[in-house]
Nanobody, 127 residues
Framework: QVQLVESGGGSVQAGGSLRLSCAVS????????MGWSRQAPGREREGVAA???????TYADSVKGRFTISKDNAKNTLYLQMNNLKPEDAAMYYC?????????????????????WGQGTQVTVSS
């Protein structure tokens, strides 16, 4: 059984940075598509970043140039470096794992490729 556990959320001021981590266990799928999504209160969950097995990365327009997704296969860990955070970035952040390669593996298609989700980590950004 694949399990995803997020960590690294917290409260920061606008302009600050956070790095989220997602520890993956139970998965041996080297062709996995992985990504981060977020959900703010009253809003639908939206994909923000994705990375495929070749480490091709894609981002939602709202985070391009500020967020960086990466993975460490040796540690089975997915990361999301978030810089220049804005109040509108505040949300619960979830990591996901599924199957697919770019261009199918993208944040806007997460509902189609994600098979497993973590429980989320909260990010709060104050202005």
């Amino acid at each position: 059984q694949v399990q995803l556990v997020e960590s690294g959320g917290g409260s920061v001021q606008a302009g600050g940075s956070l790095r989220l981590s997602c520890a993956v266990s139970g998965s041996t799928d080297t062709s996995a598509c992985m990504g981060w999504s977020r959900q703010a209160p009253g809003r639908e969950r939206e994909g923000v970043a994705a990375i495929d097995s070749l480490s091709i990365t894609t981002y939602a327009d709202s985070v391009k140039g500020r967020f960086t997704i990466s993975k460490d296969n040796a540690k089975n860990t997915l990361y999301l470096q978030m810089n220049n955070l804005k109040p509108e970035d505040a949300a619960m952040y979830y990591c996901a794992e599924g199957v697919g390669e770019f261009p199918f593996c993208r944040p806007d298609t997460v509902k189609h490729w994600a098979n497993y989700w973590g429980q989320g980590t909260q990010v709060t950004v104050s202005s």
